[in-house]
């Protein structure tokens, strides 16, 4: 049988890692491929360090789309597939790539995903975690703080200046083409463990 597709969408630090991270549990690892569309951004090596801070990466012509369509049906054929490792802090990729390999279920994770016709055609359910504007604003501060390397001015201006904005034009109006919405983001239990029992009956099968 082809893999089970799940989309998860959601503004950035929405909680949309917390809902992978639940059905990944609840289905066990060794039956889950789960892929990022951020792994996709283009590679970005050739443009001078200066000039890949003023890139907008919140908008979808920053992301190799194409590539990750080809590889999810690749997925859903039985194919591996090596997925491409992106660095966050130089805005590249570092030329290395992790296979993933077709399992009982395929989760894609990313801001973006619902926005393209082509994903969700491969898309059986389709999932957004809908969060408030300022807990998901905080919990990026914290994360590209953390994790990338960035200053809070950096992340501030960016979000000011590219990441709301690519927010209202193409991620909150993807949402109408989600199936199933969590409001609260990932700590709404009522809502994430209805969508878990829900795709484990369906891998399940």
């Known amino acids: 049988m082809p893999p089970i597709v799940i989309g998860v969408a959601g503004g950035s630090g929405s909680g949309k890692t917390t809902v992978v991270q639940e059905i990944i549990r609840a289905l066990g690892r060794e039956q889950v491929t789960f892929i990022q569309h951020d792994s996709y951004y283009y590679d970005r090596s050739q443009v001078p360090p200066a000039e890949r801070i003023h890139i907008n990466y919140d908008h979808p012509d920053a992301l190799e789309t194409p590539l990750l369509v080809e590889h999810l049906r690749q997925l859903k054929e039985g194919r591996s597939v090596e997925v491409p490792v992106y ?53 990026r501060i914290d994360r590209d703080m953390r994790e990338r390397g960035r200053g809070l001015q950096s992340v501030i201006k960016q979000y000011i200046e590219t990441v709301r904005p690519m927010h209202l034009e193409f991620v909150e109006p993807s949402k109408r083409y989600a199936q199933v919405i969590i409001p609260e983001g990932g700590y709404n239990k009522v809502a994430v463990d209805m969508l878990v029992a829900h795709v484990r009956a369906i891998v399940g099968k």
């Open 87 to 139: 660095d966050f802090t130089e805005h590249a990729r570092t030329g290395a790539t992790v296979r993933a390999e077709p399992r009982r279920a395929v989760i894609l994770e990313g801001i973006l995903i619902l926005s393209d016709r082509d994903l969700r055609a491969l898309m059986d359910i389709r999932v957004f975690v809908d969060t408030d504007p300022d807990l998901r604003i905080l919990r």
